[in-house]
């Protein structure tokens, strides 16, 4: 395999483009592909202060690289979400990036700030992990953006993510979502601050690619709650199709961009107050947040199974649905204008 | 495992339900869920003439013996598409069905009305045999069924099938054929006839299940043409993610057809007038039919292939693209008005 730039000995193929680059070249791939869809999409300019989603694993720590490289001002911010040691060195290799670059790193500690952790929200609320910890993450990200005063809120999903994500709410039709799947979601509310996703047209496999290439130590075993996760099987669902066809994921996620979001959000109104709680922007009284966080530290009695029990598991099922309805219920606003990646699915920031 | 109704043995497991069934108790669950369709789509009355698309497979003769069973006025009408051993062994087992139960079954031979087969179809114009196969089929359905006076043509296409072509239009985003992917298909001019697809409700294995319990002899092995066809690696990713989740594509189906559908079809004008050629249907000057018979018996002149190579094959794809752009064009109307059920992928009936 050679590079198709330069003929060297290509280390990293990209088969949805039928094409193989050499490191200097796949470098140069990975930058063209940021700045085509920083520029597609008016992500942002030099002059707007943004503020890098940092979980120290690949895809984030590779995009604040990119977008220091390409000369934008660009600062992060790591949520501490007390996920035992996995939480402990994904923190010390984000402090580590940014020291190596003499940027600012800001923390926000989940459990310093709310007296909560992911673990305790999941065994409280008898939620998904992956479902707390997303809302969280959102709700985190524009608060401590908008509170620090940055234009912008850059994550690292990346095409594999967004492809998985787009499968999972088109196999429930999840409408409201859809509507709000896209590589910008603008400020509708001034407490509300644009979140973007540079990396969005390159897939996992070549984040990695450019975080080994630039040598850039990042985490790299998964999250120990992902185990199991719907995301997951998404992905993998989707490589089983992108195997027999390369750019299947491209295909589906750009063509939903180009041609089929717009009926989505055509459809999708929603207007925006503040919470009576922590006054950010939401469509309930009290956000999603709030309410997760009363939730875990009040959680609701729960009910003895037993009663639940059917001979054919009917009203069982029920009962679980109805334990997690309020913390559940889909809106939009602070950490809800953005659709989760997937609710029960571990999110790549 | 114990049926569900009776607690006799059960002999067939339905997951998504959350039930298993013996033999007598299934053949139950099959009929209530073929009413339902019926009833809940409106497709047709005890008043209505039906033809049944038959295949001599175990879906299309499932329907017409459960048609029959429920007292519906059902005749067949069998295809021979000239491929080989595998047409006469399937025209053997519908001309067998039909003089068990006494109901006529009517035979198109397209190579005596037309003086050619999918197989030469395939051969003259390059298309992937599917696809020629299924334009044939729906147009024929279609014209058969008009001229011989029946009010609509019933297909035995299944959950698998049609969750297998919502998801290839969808990683795609076809949005022509999304608006008209349904259980029913209107009637919109008068040359057109209804189509209904009762056994929308029911798994391959269903009506599989269905098939033996009834004593129902059909072909078993799949059409030789179907090897490597997208259908089938799309059922492979549906079957991952159902295995993951039973459910899963019944509730992929049932919400497109509950949310999403309606948004597509509103965004999908089309205005139907008749082939200057056969004078069936069309959106276009001559239909697609009567382009393809025409592109069979006059093929168009061959592009060497090494003129479209280069280096990185981008030339070579393309030059492959346009040779089936006119045969190949989205168009509705007779043989068209229904999408196909994937445009490479075998067609069950």
Chains 1, 2 share one sequence.
Not at 16 to 40: K, L, M, T, W
Not at 136 to 156: C, D, M, P
Request: with cysteine; charged share 25%.
């Amino acid at each position: 395999m050679k590079c198709v730039r330069c003929r060297d000995d290509a280390w990293v193929e990209v088969r949805r483009h039928n094409a193989s680059y050499c490191g200097d070249h796949f470098i140069q791939f990975f930058h063209d592909q940021v700045r085509r869809a920083i520029s597609h999409d008016k992500m942002f300019s030099k002059s707007d202060q943004i503020l890098v989603a940092v979980s120290g694993g690949k895809d984030s720590l590779a995009l604040w690289d990119v977008l220091l490289e390409e000369g934008y001002d660009a600062d992060g911010l790591y949520i501490d979400l007390g996920i035992g040691d996995y939480s402990s060195r994904s923190r010390d290799y984000s402090e580590q990036f940014a020291a190596a670059h003499g940027r600012t790193l800001h923390i926000s500690d989940m459990q310093q700030s709310f007296g909560v952790s992911v673990p305790l929200i999941a065994e409280q609320t008898r939620r998904a992990p992956c479902s707390g910890c997303g809302l969280a993450k959102r709700y985190l990200f524009n608060r401590e953006a908008a509170e620090r005063g940055y234009a912008v809120v850059a994550t690292g999903h990346n095409l594999d993510d967004e492809a998985a994500t787009l499968l999972g709410n088109v196999l429930h039709w999840q409408t409201g979502y859809l509507a709000r799947q896209a590589p910008v979601l603008e400020a509708e509310d001034a407490g509300l601050v644009r979140k973007v996703k540079p990396l969005y047209r390159l897939s996992e496999h070549e984040t990695a690619a450019y975080a080994v290439i630039r040598g850039i130590e990042y985490v790299v075993e998964e999250c120990p709650n992902a185990v199991g996760a719907k995301s997951i099987l998404h992905k993998e669902a989707l490589n089983l199709l992108e195997q027999a066809s390369p750019g299947t994921k491209q295909a589906f996620l750009l063509g939903f961009l180009d041609k089929a979001r717009a009926q989505f959000a055509a459809n999708d109104p929603h207007e925006l107050r503040p919470c009576i709680e922590c006054e950010q922007p939401t469509t309930t009284e009290r956000c999603a947040f709030c309410r997760l966080i009363a939730e875990t530290r009040d959680p609701k009695p729960r009910v003895a199974r037993r009663y639940g029990k059917t001979r054919r598991g009917g009203d069982r099922r029920k009962i679980r649905a109805g334990d997690t309805a309020t913390a559940g219920a889909v809106t939009a606003g602070v950490g809800e204008a953005e659709p989760p990646n997937s609710d029960d699915s571990p999110s790549p920031v």
